[in-house]
């Protein structure tokens, strides 16, 4: 409707219900342990403290057990144990605090900044990067537990960290004025020997750098060459991938302290970086990391046999004097256990081939934000909405594209990178349905199905891709592929089953692109490739989702083809269907986004040519225009606090546009033609 505008991704927590009415929501079976283990958080016993800590940080991640926690103030419980003189208690501490973060929420998080969760946190962090007092620990219990206390209460901490900023703008002041930049680059320094401790920090600092101009200045030389230096580490495992991927991303939302001599290299080295990780085929991935798990897990299960046997044959000849009867203690009989009691506890395949989709996703995610950097300001948009009304017919329908928008385009330094590295060509690829062996591998193991969601989410993002950079470039950057072969792709997305897709997330973006595409034909002249039976298969799926962004899509892919029927003979009666239908949605659609949205279908529709002139005249379009004028008026003015800034711009631009269109009509119902057709 009016300009279209491309999307920006944002990572955006899982919010559940509203904090305020979780908290009263009576009695809760939780309520009991949840005392009962917030009492042993103050036990003098450390191992007591550890314990109750740990059991907070399990029950924190069921939804339900969250409002009897917050009722009893677990943020400030939990948050003086960041500092405890036991290591083990701040990290089982810093991880009950994150799960609650992640979640609880927008509103949960936003509450545990305003209890003051920052002063420890910030407090912690700085600590770990200077390093901790190992000898806090007992000699015995470092040996028993073998592991690296500093950096994993840094994790915990850098990643709860990461939720509250993701939430909330205090939390991001904070970060900004205590100057934490210094300890999060220095945890990213880590990715040579801790690779999971940098990606979080690396995950932490895209968020707090995103929309961040005070933090801006913190970035000198030396934290540039943190970042360099991390961009450029040569290890190829996925997990690295996705390090230089989030590393790039910094590095973008940094771009504004890059001397624009380096800008251009800069960008082509984040693409560069974007381009290997999405030339990475995910699906065949997953194969060949399952067929490595499942050797893997073979060779622990006959090494582990073989020395369960060995130990047994050694008992025995060391007791043959004894009973020769007798099993050892503690050796394992045959069928007693099975192969799942072999596997690894950090499953390695399984969280590389995660970390190449979340490199993925991420990378597209990034693309995106990359082709709306130069979106309109506000002031545009103004200018937009109340441009010259004898500029209407001129700029609105006579440039063959029924649209009302001005040409995008990439700054040259991104064009030039786009074109270098082959982006467009990979998005394009990455917009196809995963690999179906892949899909059947993920299906068929319990832990490894949660893949089918990122594939998903993958294909979902570079659709998106693909409409954005079909609005900001040229048709030369897809790799030679034609308008007409990206629209058959994406009708065969939506059509290649026997059902509709019905997930909202895919129809959205796949709609979203067969929008741009057509917009781009129609540019063009180049002829739709839709039929009209896909077309109103479409239209009555499109309508029938709860997503009004789904039905903006719908109603504008129906806008674009009517347009183009309007400039051929004999073909009234379609116009007149289609006309009724866009009729119907402004009229009934409770979204006045969509209601405006047809209204702008039908001006493109209707704009132009005898065959327009001819269905509009049989469908009494301008009466029904007129009579609906001024419902949409007042529904605009109920509307205002229910809308964006730019969405009632955008309705703005079109009430002036319903009045002009109506004047245009009543102008054409004057002439001769007309009168004649009318008689």
Request: net charge negative.
């Amino acid at each position: 409707m009016g300009k279209s505008r491309g999307r920006r991704f944002r990572q955006v927590p899982f919010s559940p219900a509203g904090l305020e009415q979780r908290c009263h929501e009576g009695d809760d079976p939780d309520e009991e342990p949840a005392a009962e283990l917030l009492e042993k958080v103050q036990h003098p016993s450390a191992e007591v403290r550890e314990y109750a800590c740990a059991s907070i940080s399990k029950l924190l991640q069921e939804q339900q057990a969250i409002p009897a926690f917050l009722q009893r103030d677990v943020v400030r419980c939990l948050g003086p144990l960041l500092m405890d003189y036991s290591l083990a208690v701040r990290e089982t501490a810093a991880g009950a605090l994150r799960n609650l973060s992640a979640c609880g929420g927008f509103e949960v998080c936003d509450d545990m900044v305003s209890k003051d969760i920052m002063t420890p946190l910030v407090a912690l962090l700085k600590e770990c990067s200077t390093g901790l007092d190992a000898n806090q620990l007992s000699p015995e219990k470092r040996i028993e537990m073998d592991k690296n206390y500093i950096e994993d209460i840094a994790n915990e901490a850098i990643n709860l960290l990461w939720n509250v900023c993701e939430c909330s703008s205090t939390a991001v002041h904070i970060f900004n004025k205590e100057g934490c930049l210094e300890a999060v680059l220095l945890y990213m320094k880590k990715f040579s020997t801790n690779v999971d401790l940098a990606i979080s920090a690396a995950n932490c600092l895209q968020a707090v750098t995103e929309d961040n101009p005070d933090l801006l200045y913190s970035f000198n030389a030396s934290s540039q060459q943190v970042l360099e230096t991390v961009m450029l580490c040569p290890e190829s495992t996925m997990k690295h991938i996705l390090l230089r991927t989030l590393t790039a991303g910094i590095i973008w939302n940094i771009k504004g302290t890059i001397p624009p001599g380096s800008l251009g290299s800069m960008i082509n080295a984040i693409l560069k970086i974007f381009s290997e990780s999405l030339a990475i085929d995910a699906g065949e991935t997953i194969i060949r990391m399952k067929e490595a798990e499942k050797n893997r897990l073979k060779l622990a299960v006959e090494g582990e046999t073989e020395e369960n046997m060995s130990d047994v044959t050694e008992n025995c000849v060391l007791s043959e004097d004894y009973d020769l009867e007798e099993m050892p203690k503690g050796k394992v009989k045959k069928g007693e256990n099975d192969i799942f009691d072999f596997l690894p506890p950090d499953q390695r395949e399984l969280k590389e081939v995660t970390a190449l989709l979340m490199a993925q996703q991420t990378a597209l995610e990034i693309i995106v934000n990359m082709c709306c950097s130069e979106d309109p300001s506000d002031d545009e948009w103004e200018e937009l909405s109340s441009s010259d009304e004898s500029d209407f017919m001129e700029n609105s329908y006579n440039d063959g594209s029924g649209l009302l928008m001005s040409p995008l385009c990439l700054s040259d330094e991104v064009n030039s990178a786009f074109l270098n590295n082959l982006i467009p060509k990979k998005i394009l690829e990455k917009t196809a349905f995963p690999n179906s062996v892949a899909l059947d591998i993920c299906m068929h193991n319990p832990s490894w199905k949660p893949l089918i969601k990122k594939l998903n989410a993958v294909q979902c993002r570079a659709l998106t891709c693909l409409q954005n950079i079909l609005l900001v470039s040229d048709m030369d950057c897809l790799g030679g592929a034609s308008l007409q072969s990206i629209a058959q792709h994406l009708s065969q997305l939506v059509f290649a089953k026997m059902e509709l897709p019905t997930d909202t997330e895919f129809l959205e973006a796949v709609t979203s692109a067969l929008r741009a595409v057509l917009q781009t034909m129609a540019s063009k002249n180049i002829s739709q490739s839709v039929t009209p039976e896909q077309l109103w298969t479409l239209c009555e799926a499109g309508m029938n989702s709860s997503s009004a962004s789904v039905k903006v899509n719908i109603v504008s892919i129906l806008g674009i083809s009517g347009s183009i029927l309007a400039k051929g003979q004999d073909t009234a009666e379609k116009l007149k269907v289609i006309g009724k239908f866009l009729l119907e949605v402004a009229m009934k659609e409770s979204s006045l986004v969509v209601a405006g949205e047809a209204l702008d279908a039908l001006f493109d529709v209707f704009a132009d040519g005898k065959e327009a002139e001819k269905a509009a005249v049989e469908i009494r379009l301008l009466p029904a225009l007129k009579e609906f004028q001024p419902v949409f008026k007042m529904r605009m003015r109920k509307g205002k606090g229910k809308y964006s800034t730019d969405q009632l711009c955008v309705l703005d631009n079109v009430k002036m546009n319903l009045r002009r269109f109506i004047a245009y009509q009543e102008t054409l119902g004057k002439s001769p033609t007309c009168n004649n057709e009318e008689l």
